[in-house]
């Protein structure tokens, strides 16, 4: 049965229904326009504009969730990053204020050296103790690059054990130091990184246990460095590697920066060489490397 709708008011409420679709978008329009504004008015407040997602007002249509939701997590991430960035750039600049006052040591003595006119022996030993503190703080600056910049190959562990020593020989004859080295493999390996973590061990070995004796023995894929000096407190082994952690030894120097072992323990993560440590408090210190195989690599 149809029913006879007279044309006006077809025509009533078609006009309702377009002023009711024009005022809503009317409405929607100044409405969003007046959000845009208060957005616009908190980025414009606020000192950073990566913040913006944390003041956001939560909205109340599904959508709009969704892009709120979307807005905070790269807000988050962002703060995290900064954060992160910040913290790097704190703990660099300490580093090198640690590091411009320990290696105002050597360069006084050096002076004090040339002063008086003593032997070159001792200022060749002076020097070796500048550029050994020179290359660490030139890794400690590469250590967020060293996966772009490590270059692996195969070489002989003994070899590059052998040519460690003899760059410093100057500072173990100073400190009269015994070395003994036994055992070879061959290992894939950064050269340059790895020659850094020897030289950690053998200038901390000559730093706190002057006329202690070091062996060096090669076991299939495993490097055992121990010394026979002052060892380390049990209670203070597991911090060794923490960043600027100096312990009881360090603080007796008083020029310690706790920086070496924890640029060895990042290098051996990147070289994916497995670190062990083992030490007894006036016995000795142990430092067990274990390297990947060729395959693993």
């Known amino acids: 049965m149809l029913i006879d709708v007279p044309f006006g008011t077809i025509a009533m409420i078609s006009l309702a229904f ?18 845009y504004e208060e957005m616009k008015q ?58 411009i006052h320990e290696i105002k040591t050597p ?16 200022l060749r030993r002076e020097l070796k103790r500048a550029d050994n503190l020179t290359d660490n703080i030139l890794h400690y600056a590469r250590l967020d690059s060293i996966e772009k910049d490590k270059q692996l190959k195969e070489h002989s562990l003994n070899a590059i054990l052998n040519d460690v020593v003899k760059n410093q020989m100057d500072l173990l004859i100073a400190s009269k130091m015994k070395v003994e080295i036994d055992g070879d493999a061959n290992i894939y390996t950064d050269n340059k990184a790895l020659q ?53 030894n360090g603080r007796k120097l008083g020029t310690s920066t706790g920086m070496g072992l924890y640029i060895v323990a990042q290098l051996c993560k990147e070289l994916h060489i497995e670190l062990n440590i083992k030490s007894e408090h006036n016995s000795y210190t142990r430092f067990q490397l274990i390297f990947p195989n060729l395959t693993e690599m």
């Open 196 to 248: 850094f973590i020897v030289n950690q061990l053998l200038t901390n070995s000559a730093k706190y246990c002057p006329g202690a004796k070091i062996t060096m023995r090669v076991k299939g894929k495993e490097l055992i460095y121990e010394d026979d000096g002052i060892g380390i407190l049990s209670h203070e082994l597991e911090r060794i590697t923490e960043r600027g952690y100096t312990g009881s």
């Open 18 to 35: 377009i002023f009711i679709q024009v005022s809503w978008l009317i409405t929607s329009f100044f409405y969003e326009k007046k959000r």
């Open 42 to 99: 908190q980025m414009e407040k606020l000192e950073e504009t990566y913040l913006l997602g944390e003041v956001l007002r939560k909205p109340k249509s599904l959508v709009e969730h969704k892009y709120y939701e979307a807005m905070l997590a790269v807000s988050q991430d962002a703060i995290s990053r900064v954060e992160q960035s910040q913290r790097s750039a704190k703990e660099y600049k300490e580093y090198v204020e640690q590091w």
């Open 107 to 122: 360069l006084t003595a050096m002076s004090l050296i040339l002063a008086n006119e003593q032997d070159v022996w001792k």
